[in-house]
Structure formats: C-alpha cells, structure tokens
Nanobody
C-alpha cells in the first residue's frame, strides 16, 4: 500500500531554518504528484507548496513564497521542504500528500496522506 512518512519537524526559533522530508513507498513514485500541506490549530488544511502536476512547475502559498522551497528526488522516492526565515505563524502540522496522476492507473485520482510532522516556531 502507498505510505508516506514525514520527518524533520521540531522546535526552531524565529528566523531559523529547517528541512522536512517525506519518504514514499508502495508506489511508483514518478507517477504521483507530490505536495506539502499544513494545518494550524483551529484552522483548515492549507496547501503550502507542490508540483502542479507530475513534472510540472512548482507553486507556493503567498505566505511562504521566497522562504520555502519544495524539491523532489525520484531516485530515493522523497520530497523535501526547505524552510528558511521561519516565523511563528509557520507553526503547524505539516503533511505530505501524493496524488495518482496517470489515467492508466487503477487508482488514478486517489490521494494519500502522511501522518504529519509538527513544526513549532518560537518567538
């Protein structure tokens, strides 16, 4: 089965940096569109960064543009989120998301989620 495991969360001071990782297994990684979401306590889930489609361009939430960078490594089935100049408002649980992107696949259009990793930015 498809599994996504996030890591790299923790406590960081405002202005600092951190990097999140998401390792995917149980699937052909190159056939999935990958994204990062986050959820602040008491609010809905927000798209932070992702690929518009497999092999497509990246996009970012306005709130993180210029500070966060998403990358994808198809060799090791991992996506990363490099977070710089962190702010207290970046505090959230960050989730890795994968969407089956090819119509020939039996699970086309299905999406999968990791369990999340908590990032806490202190002021």
């Amino acid at each position: 089965q498809v599994q996504l495991v996030e890591s790299g969360g923790g406590l960081v001071q405002a202005g600092g940096s951190s990097r999140l990782s998401c390792v995917a297994s149980g699937m052909t990684f190159s056939r999935y569109a990958m994204r990062w979401y986050r959820q602040v306590s008491g609010k809905g889930r927000e798209l932070v960064a992702g690929f518009t489609n497999y092999g497509g361009t990246t996009n970012y939430a306005d709130s993180v543009k210029g500070r966060f960078t998403i990358s994808r490594d198809n060799v090791v089935n991992t996506i990363y989120l490099q977070m710089n100049s962190l702010k207290p408002e970046d505090t959230a649980v960050y989730y890795c998301n994968a969407v089956s992107a090819r119509p020939t696949m039996r699970n086309y259009g299905m999406d999968y989620w990791g369990k999340g990793t908590l990032v806490t930015v202190s002021s």
